[in-house]
């Protein structure tokens, strides 16, 4: 039987996720730092648990960075982790940013939410930023890729940059209808 997450458990995360106590610092793409607990993380992700258990550059220093990773998109994959939900203001390109580094440090749940969240930031604006992210790692991402797909031949504007091969070739090759589907 299932039960429910009481907001007050949530509530006792988003304190540990403020405490200030944090092991572990996050260096984003433009400097700024982060702060994190290595015990979380390395629980999270099997892969920064190797990057801090196998005498690597980020054990010793007890600094990870991420240089393709804004603060933005860094603190939403923490809020995501640690609490489940977020206050930040989400927009798709930091929500993208997000997906990118749960999916590299392979945090499954997270990168869960990420792509049910992008799902609803699809418009004709946000698709090809969105699908260029999915189409690289498409065999992971079956439900954003589906809801990609599913977008894209929904939308008039889509189809005709697809029809023009104005989108990149990645999303090209997702989006192009199978043979015998329109049969």
């Given at each position: ?5 009481n907001?007050?458990?949530v ?5 540990v996720?403020?405490a ?13 730092q982060?702060g994190?607990?290595?015990l ?5 992700s ?10 690597m550059?980020?054990e010793?220093?007890?600094?990870i ?8 998109a860094a ?6 982790l640690?609490v489940g ?8 390109g930091t929500?993208?940013?997000a997906l990118?580094?749960?999916?590299r440090?392979?945090?499954h749940?997270?990168v869960g ?9 699809l418009?004709?604006a ?5 699908a260029?992210?999915?189409?690289e ?12 797909v ?5 939308s008039k504007?889509?189809?005709?940059k697809i029809r023009?091969?104005?989108?990149s070739?990645?999303?090209q090759e ?10």
């Open positions: 039987q299932r039960i429910d997450v907001v007050n458990v509530a006792v995360w988003e304190k996720r403020n200030g106590r944090e092991d572990l610092h996050l260096v984003c793409s433009n400097g700024e982060l994190a607990h290595a979380i993380l390395c629980a999270a099997p892969v920064v648990q190797a990057m801090l258990q196998h005498s550059r980020e010793l220093e007890r600094t960075m991420l240089t393709d990773t804004s603060l933005a603190s939403l994959f923490l809020d995501l640690y939900a977020t206050e930040a203001e989400v927009n798709h929500a993208v940013a990118v580094l749960a999916h440090w392979q945090c749940g997270v939410m990420l792509e049910c969240a992008l799902e609803q930031l418009t004709d946000s698709f090809e930023e969105i260029t992210a999915v189409a790692r498409r065999d992971d991402l079956l439900v954003l890729t589906s809801a990609c599913r977008y894209a031949w929904a504007a889509i189809q005709r023009r091969d104005e989108c070739p990645c999303v997702m989006c192009k209808p199978k043979k015998g589907a329109s049969e």
